[in-house]
């Protein structure tokens, strides 16, 4: 199964870009990467989803370079609210595997 | 429809108690997946379902748990004789094959075994 590595906890302030990396350094040529978030007590939620280069939503942009073999969740401009857990995926066939994740505290 | 749904959201046993969860994916989605989260831990892959068929159990994480989804709409995760150790929160998920690649989960079950 692929790995993801990630940093366990990151703190930002209100209103900055927050940037988040994950390596998978053995992603294989059919894998896709998928960012979720999670709030305490809640199920993980659906960010964004990339294959290659740059993908950007309403929420994020997700950043990939041509080998592939890391990606970087990008937050603009953080409020409170963005305080959660952040997990790189590498779907494996059909399977979904969550690493630890990075832990994001935003403060006033 | 209204997402995935779980049942119940809690639910506190004693050891040794058998326990079922019961999850409703969204209707269109024909592929189920179970995941076990801990404190402070990201979501670990129980098993998972294509339509009635289980595709992938080797990671349940004893036989004391099994999973089933009889007609290919809601499925079920029992754990038999619990154990503390089970204490957990029991997510669901669901994803239509062949979409975009968004799992959607649900609310999770949280399972406290006394």
């Known amino acids: 199964l692929a790995k993801t590595t990630q940093p366990i906890s990151m703190d930002s302030y209100e209103g900055q870009e927050v940037n988040i990396t994950c390596s998978h350094n053995?992603?294989?040529?059919?894998?896709?990467i998928t960012w979720y978030q999670q709030f305490p007590s809640q199920g993980p939620r659906f960010i964004i989803q990339?294959?290659?280069t740059k993908v950007t939503n309403e929420v994020a942009s997700l950043f990939i370079p041509a080998d592939r073999k890391s990606s970087t969740l990008s937050l603009p401009r953080v409020s409170l609210s963005d305080t959660a857990v952040y997990y790189c995926?590498?779907?494996?066939?059909?399977?979904?595997?969550f690493g630890p994740g990075t832990r994001l505290s935003v403060l006033p | 429809d209204t997402g995935v749904s779980q049942n119940p959201r809690h639910k506190i046993t004693k050891r040794g108690q058998n326990v079922t969860f019961r999850c409703d994916p969204i209707s269109e989605h024909n592929r189920l997946y179970w995941y076990r989260q801990t404190l402070g831990q990201g979501p670990e892959f129980l098993t998972y379902f294509q339509n009635e068929a289980q595709l992938e159990k080797s990671r349940l994480l004893s036989d004391r748990f099994s999973a089933e989804r009889p007609k290919g709409s809601f499925s079920t995760l029992e754990i038999q004789r619990t154990e503390q150790g089970d204490s957990a929160m029991y997510l669901c998920?669901?994803?239509?094959?062949?979409?975009?690649?968004?799992?959607?989960f649900g609310e999770g079950s949280r399972l406290t075994v006394l």
């Open positions: 995926l590498v779907l494996y066939g059909q399977n979904f595997v």
């Open positions: 998920a669901s994803i239509e094959t062949g979409g975009t690649g968004e799992l959607f």
């Open positions: 053995n992603i294989a040529t059919n894998d896709y």
């Open positions: 990339g294959y290659k």
